[in-house]
C-alpha cells in the first residue's frame, strides 16, 4: 500500500472475539450451543426492556438524544452525582478509546496489569503510546498496587485498574484503590474498569463515586453489556469530574450511542431489583463450580465477576476443542494472557450442570481419571 | 485541570445537532413538531424493519458479531463487490474518524470543501492535524475540483469529498471525479461521502465502485441513516480496496456496531425496492419547494439530496426561531458556514405544504409581502 498509515498501526495487537452461536452450530453441526465466552448475562435484562423496546420503535429514523440526557439523568440519580459528571459510549471499551485519544500523544505511556483487557493497550498504541505492563501477584492473582504505583514514570498519562479484574476475576480491596489513589500523582488519569462491579456482594463493593468527589483524576467505567445483559446494544459510560467528562465531550461522536440503547438502558435502570437477582443466582452458581473443582482437585481463580478461571493444563486446547464439539462456547487462556487456563462464563443452573458433566468427561478423557 | 490534555483538544471545533422533537414540544408547549433538521427520512424505514427487530429481540444479550459477516455479505451482493471490501461503522462518522486515526499524525493534513460537514475536520483535528479548506465555487456552490487538486501538498493524507454535498445538495459531476483521481497522488487517500447517493437519480449516479476497483487509494462512505430511515440505530460503511479496510481493522473496536443495527441493516437491503420510492417522493416534494420559492422570488441551492439551503437573508435567526415556534425544527445555516441561509429537510406531502405555508408567512411578516 502507497498510502501512508500510521507507522505503528499494522503491529498493533489483534482482539480476538468470542466466536458466535450461529458460527459453532454450523461448523460442528450441533442443535444446540452454549455460550460460555463472553462473560454476557445469560438470563437477559429485565423482560421490560424487550417490551419497551418492541413499543418504542416508532422513532429510529431520527437521530438519537446526542447528549443522552435522560439516561445520563437516570444514572446520575442512581449514583448520586451530576449528569455533568456521566459521558455515554458505544461501549465502554469507546470511552477507553476516547480517555486515551484525549491524553496520549507519541512516547507517552499507561501503567495497566499483565495480563489484562487487551483494548487499554490497543486504545494506548493507537495513538502511538506504550503499555507499561505490571505483573500480577503471583500468590493471588491480584493487581499489584505497588509495583504499579513504582511503575507511573513523567511520561505516565493513565493508570487503567480493573476491579474486578478480566479475566482473573480479581478485585483490588478498597485499601489498595486508597493506597493507589494517594501514590499516584495527581496530573495523572486513574481509571478503574468497573464492567463486573454490580457482581460484587455489598461488602466488597468500594464507594468509587466517593472517591471520584476526593479525586478529580479518578474515572469509573460502568457498563450494561454484564450484568444488565445489554451487550447486544452497545452501550456503557464513565464517571468522573466534569472537566474529565468536558474534555472526553469535545472528542466523542456526536451520535455514538443509538437511540434504542439509550432507551433500552434507562429501561433497565428504572428495574434495578432485577440485577440483584441475577447476582445473587450466580453467586450461586459459582459455588456449584467451585465445588466440583475442589472435588475433582483442578485449580482455578476464585471470582469476584460471572466468569472462572479454570487451570485445564497443558491440554487446554484439546479441552476446549472437545467442548466445542460438544456445544460449550469457552474462551482459550492462550487469548487472554493464560495459556494453561480456560475461562468459562458462569451460565444458568441447567447449563452449567451440562457443562459441569461434560467438562469433567472431556478432562478425564485428557488427563485420565482421578 | 492538571491532566495532562493534548495541547489542540480544548481548541476543537463543537458540532451543534438539530433540537430533538421532545425538546421542541417542551420548550414552547406544542403538541406537533417536525423535524426538518437533519436529513431524516421522516417516512422512516419500510415496514419490515421494525417487524424484523421486535421479532429479533431474544439475543440483545450477546456481544454482536464483531465482523458484522451478514450485512457485510449483503452491502458486498448488492454492490458487486466483496465482502472484504466492507468496513462497517457506528455511523459514518466513526468511519470518518478511523481513517483519520490512521493516517492523520501531528503535521499532516486533509484537504476538504468549505463549508463541509464538520466531522471531517474535527476527526483530523484531534489527531494534531490540520485542514486545508477550498472554498466551493462561486457560481454554483459546487466543490471545486481544480483547487482540490492545487491544495493538496507533501503534508496532505487524505482529501474529503461529499457528493451529494453537504449542506449545499450540490454534487461532484463524474468529470469532475474522474480529474481528482487522475491528479491527486497515490499515497493520498480520497474519501468520497456518498451519505445522500441514493437520492440521485440514475443517470447522476458516478459508478463510484467501479472507479474504486481502479484507484487503490478511494473510499466511498454509505449510511443506513438517510434514505434507509435507520438514523437513530447508527450505521454506515465504507467501501475500498482490501488494503485500506484491512488497516482500519486494526483500529476498529471489536463490538463497534450493534446487533439490531446489523440486522436492522441487513433487513433493510433486501428491501431495497422501498429506497427508491422514498428518492421518487423526495425528488416530487423539492419540486413543490421549488415552485414555491421561485414564485416567491426566494434564492436556494438546486439540492441533489433530501434537503434545501434556502437563502434567507439577514433576518435568518428570527426566521428560525418563528419556524421553531410554530412546530418546525429547521438547521441555521449558521450552524453550517451559511450565515444568511437555512437548511430544511424535504418531509411527508402534507408537512411540507404546512411548513411552505407557514415559512412564507413568517418570510413576509420579516421581509414585507411581496
Redesign the interface.
Known amino acids: ?6 507507522p505503528w ?2 503491529s ?1 495487537p489483534g ?1 480476538v ?2 466466536r ?3 458460527e459453532i452450530k454450523k461448523e460442528f453441526k450441533l442443535n444446540e450451543v452454549h ?1 460460555m465466552a ?1 462473560n ?6 429485565c423482560s421490560q ?2 417490551k419497551y ?2 413499543e418504542n ?11 443522552a440526557a435522560a439516561v445520563r439523568e437516570a444514572i446520575a440519580s442512581k449514583c448520586g452525582i451530576e449528569a455533568g459528571n456521566i459521558i455515554m459510549g ?2 465502554t ?2 470511552i477507553i ?1 476516547m480517555i486515551c ?3 496520549i ?2 512516547g507517552d505511556n499507561i501503567v495497566n496489569a499483565d495480563p489484562n483487557f487487551i ?1 487499554y493497550e ?1 486504545a494506548a498504541l ?1 495513538c502511538g503510546g506504550q503499555a507499561v505492563k505490571v505483573a500480577l501477584k503471583k500468590e493471588d492473582f491480584s493487581q499489584d498496587g505497588q509495583k504499579i504505583v513504582k511503575a507511573v514514570n513523567d511520561r505516565t ?1 493513565i493508570v487503567f485498574l480493573a476491579s474486578p479484574h478480566n479475566p482473573t476475576g480479581t478485585i483490588i480491596c478498597e485499601k489498595d484503590l486508597v493506597f493507589i489513589l494517594q501514590n499516584i500523582p ?4 486513574i481509571v478503574i474498569d468497573e464492567a463486573y462491579y454490580e457482581y460484587l456482594e455489598d461488602s466488597f463493593r468500594p464507594d468509587t463515586i466517593k472517591y471520584i468527589k476526593e479525586y ?2 479518578l474515572v469509573s467505567l460502568r457498563t450494561f ?1 454484564k450484568i444488565y ?6 452501550i456503557g459510560y464513565g464517571i468522573a ?1 466534569k ?2 467528562i468536558d ?1 472526553l465531550n ?2 466523542r ?9 439509550q432507551k ?1 438502558a434507562a429501561t433497565a435502570i428504572e428495574n434495578d431489583w432485577y440485577i440483584e437477582r441475577i447476582r445473587d443466582s450466580i453467586n450461586e452458581e459459582k459455588d456449584k463450580f467451585y465445588r466440583f473443582l475442589d472435588s475433582a482437585k483442578i485449580e482455578y481463580i476464585k471470582s469476584y465477576a460471572n466468569f472462572i478461571l479454570i487451570k485445564t493444563g497443558s491440554k487446554s486446547a484439546g479441552i476446549v476443542k472437545g467442548l466445542l464439539e460438544s456445544g460449550f462456547i469457552v474462551r482459550p487462556g492462550a487469548n487472554l494472557g493464560f495459556n494453561e487456563y480456560i475461562r468459562v462464563t458462569v451460565s444458568v443452573p441447567d447449563v452449567n450442570e451440562k457443562f459441569i458433566k461434560k467438562f469433567s468427561e472431556i478432562y478425564n478423557y485428557f488427563y485420565g481419571k482421578k
Open positions: 500500500m502507497k498510502l501512508k498509515l500510521k498501526i499494522n498493533l482482539y472475539a468470542g458466535t452461536i450461529e455460550k463472553s454476557e448475562n445469560i438470563l437477559g435484562p426492556v424487550r423496546i418492541k420503535l416508532d422513532d429510529i429514523n431520527y437521530y438519537p438524544d446526542s447528549d458505544n461501549g471499551d469507546q478509546e485519544d484525549c491524553f500523544m507519541e483494548i490497543k493507537k498519562r495527581d496530573d495523572v488519569l478529580p483524576n453489556s445483559g445489554l451487550a447486544g446494544l452497545r469530574d472537566n474529565i474534555a469535545k472528542i461522536l456526536p451520535f455514538n450511542t443509538s437511540l434504542i440503547a433500552a
